[in-house]
């Protein structure tokens, strides 16, 4: 089956439904924001989602957000979202969650490339509180221009939010399935219609370029560390609740930290 392109940043275009079914949806999706919420909970200094907190607004960058499920948290907290994505029919997606909760006042969405974004807003609009910048990393053609582009967006002492596809578990489940010419070959980047992304990421690679910038790190979580290892998906869903608590159990502790499918990690910068 031919490959997607790693040249080229990928649109959602095509499968903006099955992302929205397999990346935010079910117990997958669960896991994904149990792990979110835990690490800004722990620490983030205010309380961003959940109540309001109008006294003093954030703003919120989600870079390529897609549906923007966990950045429309804020939204609904009070503070400012601006939801950029490449692909329209993301943002569609994007705009009923909005229209159904009546965030039209707090949120803006932006059709356009993450590093194109200073260009749709007014000047000095384009510095934010928090940038989200979650499952994209592995899916554009420089992942570390890229981060560049978002340490310049975000406010000094402001806080970035960064998920990225783990190689290290691609790996692991090919090991796991037999699938060793695929180990072999160095043949990790996924098929046209895959939700496999194109660059998938070592965490140890990510962890070289942000030593670069002026960042503190706060947290580093794995996301799905042992759940898509089960095979069996009867089992997967046996105990839901059980797999959440354990997930945020493991999720920092070594080594199933650096097998979960995502990493997250949280920082600040100086």
Known sequence: MAKQPINQDRNFDDLAKR???????????????????????????????GKLNPEK????LDAGGGQGQFSLQFAKAGHSVVI?????????????????FGLEAQVQL??????????????????????????????????ADLLKHLLNYLKPQGFLSLTFYNLHSLIYKNLLRTNFKKIQQQDFGGSRGSLTPINPLYPEQVFEWLNHFPLRILATSGIRVFHDYIFNEEHRERDPQSVIELELEFSRKQPYQLLGRYIHVLAQKS
């Open 19 to 49: 992302f929205q079914k397999n990346i935010y949806g079910g117990l997958k999706g669960d896991i994904r924001l149990a792990v979110l919420e835990r690490d800004f909970r722990e620490c983030f200094p205010v309380v961003p989602f």
């Open 57 to 60: 607004p954030l703003r919120v």
């Open 84 to 100: 950029c994505d490449i692909s329209a029919e993301m943002l569609k997606l994007a705009e009923q969650e909005v229209m159904k």
């Open 110 to 143: 932006l059709h356009c490339a993450i590093q194109d974004v200073a260009q749709h807003l007014d000047a000095g609009d384009a510095r934010f509180d928090v940038v989200l910048c979650h499952a994209v990393m592995e899916w554009v053609a420089d992942p």
